[in-house]
């Protein structure tokens, strides 16, 4: 799971990494709203974490813009604004929790527990379950392992099928990406998850649709 982390707070942003990190999850900070509008612009994220008082843009200017843009990704505000004024405007403005500072970590990791469990069920693909939330695939009722890399190149395939994902795009999620690791890395998919995976040459992969 891959959350964007909206907090100009060099030692709690740390805190928080450090904690959700330890969680399995992958986190993207950055300082302030433009940045925010940056990233998603070039990637898909799961969960994002807003401090709401943060240069330029403040975070909920941030979620406005991207829910006018048809992002509906999961929001938290994460803020030291307590009273109901603003509690309020954060959910008019399209969050999916308001967490105020400072918070409790248990209650913290619950909370984005529950609404990644909603907003993230399992897909299906033949006889192979991806349960998202749980970052754990099922062949036939059995668990196959894979890596990190391996888990995030198949997520990406499974969610665009049909559809050819140029090489470039595979590279972002590769330690040392090159044609050949990617092959490797395909040739290995292919054979554990018995996965039709036809390549553009030249081009890039896709998961044949069923």
Known sequence: MKILLLEDDTILSQTMIQILEEENYEVILVENGEEVIEATYDNKFDLYLFDINVPLLNGMETLKLLRDANDNTPTFFITSLRDT???????????DDYIKKPFDLDEFLARIKAVLKRKNPTIKYGDIVFDLYNDSILKKGDEVSLGIVEKEVFRL???NIDVTINKSTF???MNKPSDTALRVLISKLKKLLELNILNTKGVGYKLEKL
């Open 85 to 95: 004024s603003s509690i309020l405007e954060g959910f008019d403005c399209g969050c």
């Open 157 to 159: 395939l499974l969610t």
């Open 171 to 173: 590279f972002d999620y």
